[in-house]
């Protein structure tokens, strides 16, 4: 706990504070990005100057807000079937003034990839950045097109796990 009030609470953002308190109420709660994994991921991006990032499984969007490290013209694509969950983060999301950033899509993750990936698309090796935080018996099919889409140098994170 000291390390938690010494270290990660005091830079946790507001709006991520709040979220995370009403994420955390949900019935799926447990699912949300743990504070100090988020942290992680912000320092991540900021330390790599990433510019583009893709995210699977987005729940209410802690994660998504780590896109206030992200440069002004930053973007996060973030894949989720659960729209509901999204949509109840989005006023914090807002609120922090990244909804600019972030392309939500309504999807199932493996179709998106997929025409991601098509002949002629130019987002191959387009992405600094990947979170996959969802379907973690998926996690080797979706390592496999994220390190496509992923240039050289980035990093592709799966919950709490840096590959």
Same mark, same amino acid.
């Given at each position: 706990?000291?390390?938690?009030?010494?270290?990660?609470?005091?830079?946790?953002?507001?709006?991520?504070?709040?979220?995370?308190?009403?994420?955390?109420?949900?019935?799926?709660?447990?699912?949300?990005?743990?504070?100090?994994?988020?942290?992680?991921?912000?320092?991540?991006?900021?330390?790599?100057?990433?510019?583009?990032? %893709?995210?699977?499984? =987005?729940?209410?969007?802690?994660?998504? @807000?780590?896109?206030?490290?992200?440069? &002004?013209? +930053?973007?996060?694509?973030?894949?989720?079937?659960d729209k509901?969950?999204?949509?109840?983060?989005?006023?914090?999301?807002?609120?922090?003034?990244?909804?600019?950033?972030?392309?939500? %899509?309504?999807?199932? =993750?493996?179709?998106?990839?997929?025409? @991601?990936l098509?002949?002629?698309?130019? &987002?191959? +090796?387009?992405?600094?950045?990947?979170?996959?935080?969802?379907?973690?018996?998926?996690?080797?099919?979706?390592?496999?097109?994220?390190?496509?889409?992923?240039?050289?140098?980035?990093? %592709?994170?799966?919950?709490?796990?840096?590959?």
């Amino acid at each position: 706990m000291y390390i938690f009030e010494t270290s990660v609470y005091p830079r946790e953002h507001e709006e991520l504070w709040r979220l995370r308190d009403v994420s955390t109420q949900q019935y799926f709660g447990f699912m949300t990005t743990p504070l100090e994994e988020g942290q992680l991921l912000s320092l991540l991006l900021k330390l790599m100057k990433a510019k583009k990032a %893709i995210e699977i499984g =987005v729940f209410m969007g802690y994660s998504l @807000l780590t896109t206030l490290a992200f440069p &002004e013209d +930053g973007k996060m694509i973030p894949i989720d079937p659960d729209k509901e969950a999204f949509e109840k983060g989005l006023p914090y999301i807002r609120k922090a003034n990244v909804e600019r950033k972030i392309d939500f %899509i309504h999807s199932k =993750v493996l179709p998106i990839l997929d025409n @991601l990936l098509e002949d002629g698309s130019d &987002e191959e +090796g387009a992405f600094d950045f990947a979170f996959v935080d969802a379907d973690k018996t998926s996690y080797g099919v979706y390592h496999e097109r994220l390190m496509r889409l992923t240039r050289v140098g980035g990093f %592709i994170v799966y919950d709490n796990t840096l590959w």
